[in-house]
């Protein structure tokens, strides 16, 4: 078999026409033939059909498919599934920019589909169920002329040479490679864990949309809309533009990147990008390993840069800074300096190095994060711009150095009354050592937490805090860190107080005994004291000589009546 077709001009003499629809389903049909190419039409040249054109092509083999040639009123829908061989191209029928959605659908479900010269007139393009497709050649393009709308779910698509869609591009769950110039009407669109990649230039009129997928670009990019993307990875490899219909602005003040918790790369390349409008950062990780420039404002939302140090001597403004802001910033970014060429290391800070700048009237956005910067007490001023003559309205952030932070102790008394004895303010600790923004100091313990002293008992209650962080909101007037530790004292109720006015004070009705050798403890190096034990048997012998002194003198006086 040749050919099949719907209708074609030796059926009839004169107008040949169909009043209804055409069906066409062909299973496993394999046209060939050595001389002329074989194909599947619903019409030919000078035929008419009044309905609907349905074409099924279930694997087999064809040259072509195609519903360009003769005139249909109705819609054309073209069925490709299974594994079919088709040699040259599909096309739908004639539509433009004012055509319905279904007036020309392209539908390919299942199986691996190649096109080697691409697909024509479709409104929309449906690959779905697991498909596999390949558009275009080295030679003939992806998507030829009248291409608009295309889907792509749970499927892949590739495209070789150009592949221009007057419509929009959208994957749900879904693989994308362009390895022509790639270019969209209106929005590019990727959903549900998908990814594209392109090998040539990316042009979308509309905007750029990602959600919970990947972006890599090797070639140039222009984005004329938003791009708006969240929980996805975006790798610009070549130079790019975001907001690129917005580039004749004079305010620049339109949205021309929203980021919630992506990965967003620029470079590695020796290009400067640039961002036409405002760029907004909420969470998430920017990393620039080129050049960026953004007209508008930024703002960041507890997000992660990563710049590339600077190397040898290379500083701004004799180079060209790492990120310029032409409008104000707010919000908080931690920047990591990372090493060229290796950027899962860190790069070197050098005091004086300049790498952002922006209006004056930004707020302190950007904040130094190298861990060996915290070390050396390093961090980000923001100070005038060094281009004088051309930012004089700008400021800039610079690699500084702060003196750091002492510490000091400080004990003061917990009980009313009571001043703290030498022995006690002895054990104030000292750190000599130097701390620097950032850094966590943790608070010296007194070498000993009881002092025991005549009366009682100086117990060491703790410090004000445990640990602070070396800040400026963590320093006393003088401008030092500082704890201040508690000392509580307890009375040692065993040991007699003083007599007032050498009168004696009344003894309580059972005294506590406490043993010798813990009273000679508690006393060492105090001098000779006696113990409550000593003192209780002197009484007692006292007070039974004078007992029987007196019982004496009583019988004795006995003795002398009778």
């Known amino acids: 078999m040749k050919h099949i077709l719907g209708i074609d001009t030796g059926m009839y003499y004169n107008d040949p026409t169909v009043k209804g629809d055409i069906n066409i389903v062909a299973n496993d049909a394999h046209l060939e033939s050595p001389y002329t190419e074989c194909f599947i039409y619903p019409t030919s040249d000078d035929t008419y059909l009044k309905g609907d054109a349905n074409i099924t092509m279930n694997g087999g083999r064809a040259n072509q498919i195609s519903a360009y040639d003769g005139s249909i009123d109705g819609k054309v829908t073209i069925n490709i599934t299974g594994n079919p061989t088709i040699t040259h191209d599909v096309i739908g029928k004639s539509i433009d920019d004012t055509s319905p959605g279904d007036e020309s659908v392209l539908n390919i479900n299942k199986g691996d589909v190649t096109i080697p010269q691409g697909i024509w007139y479709f409104k929309t393009v449906n690959i779905t169920n697991n498909a596999d497709v390949t558009l275009g050649n080295t030679e003939k393009n992806a998507f030829r002329s009248g291409i608009y709308d295309v889907k792509v779910m749970d499927s892949s698509l590739t495209t070789n040479n150009t592949a221009s869609s007057k419509g929009s591009i959208t994957l749900n769950n879904s693989n994308l490679v362009a390895n022509g110039s790639f270019k969209t009407a209106s929005n590019l669109t990727a959903l549900n864990k998908s990814s594209i990649t392109t090998n040539n230039q990316l042009y979308t009129v509309g905007g750029l949309f990602l959600d919970n997928s990947s972006l890599t670009t090797n070639g140039k990019v222009y984005i004329t809309g938003i791009t708006d993307t969240k929980n996805s990875t975006i790798n610009f490899k070549d130079y790019t533009v975001l907001g690129y219909g917005y580039r004749n602005d004079t305010k620049h003040d339109k949205d021309a990147l929203i980021s919630q918790n992506d990965t967003i790369t620029f470079g590695p390349n020796t290009s400067l990008n640039t961002i036409y409008g405002n760029a907004a950062f909420d969470g998430g990780k920017l990393n620039i390993y080129s050049w960026l420039k953004i007209f508008g404002d930024y703002e960041g939302k507890n997000n992660a840069l990563d710049l590339y140090a600077y190397s040898g001597d290379t500083n701004y403004p004799d180079a060209t800074i790492k990120l310029e802001i032409l409008g104000k910033t707010k919000g908080s970014t931690d920047v990591t300096l990372v090493k060229y060429g290796n950027v899962t290391e860190e790069g070197i800070p050098v005091v004086g190095q300049n790498y952002i700048n922006a209006l004056k009237v930004s707020e302190d956005t950007f904040k130094l994060a190298n861990k060996n910067a915290k070390s050396n007490g390093l961090y980000f001023k923001k100070l005038a711009d060094a281009n004088t003559k051309d930012k004089a309205d700008y400021d800039m952030w610079q690699v500084a150095q702060k003196d750091g932070y002492q510490v000091l102790y400080s004990f003061e008394s917990g009980t009313s009354g009571k001043t703290l004895p030498n022995e006690v303010t002895s054990l104030l600790p000292k750190d000599s050592a130097k701390y620097f923004e950032g850094d966590t100091v943790t608070a010296i313990q007194p070498e000993k937490t009881e002092i025991v002293v005549s009366d009682g008992v100086w117990k060491f209650k703790g410090y004000?805090?445990?640990?602070?962080?070396?800040?400026?909101?963590?320093?006393?007037?003088?401008?030092?860190?500082?704890?201040?530790?508690?000392?509580?004292?307890?009375?040692?109720?065993?040991?007699?107080?003083?007599?007032?006015?050498?009168?004696?004070?009344?003894?309580?009705?059972?005294?506590?005994?406490?043993?010798?050798?813990?009273?000679?403890?508690?006393?060492?190096?105090?001098?000779?004291?006696?113990?409550?034990?000593?003192?209780?048997?002197?009484?007692?012998?006292?007070?039974?000589?004078?007992?029987?002194?007196?019982?004496?003198?009583l019988m004795q006086r006995r003795k002398v009546r009778s």
């Open 464 to 553: 004000d805090a445990d640990s602070k962080v070396a800040s400026d909101d963590n320093v006393n007037d003088e401008g030092h860190i500082q704890f201040t530790g508690t000392w509580e004292f307890e009375l040692n109720t065993n040991v007699p107080d003083k007599p007032d006015d050498g009168g004696d004070k009344p003894k309580p009705d059972k005294p506590e005994q406490n043993k010798p050798e813990q009273n000679q403890q508690e006393n060492a190096g105090k001098g000779t004291v006696k113990t409550a034990d000593e003192a209780n048997t002197m009484e007692y012998v006292l007070l039974m000589l004078v007992s029987a002194l007196f019982i004496g003198i």
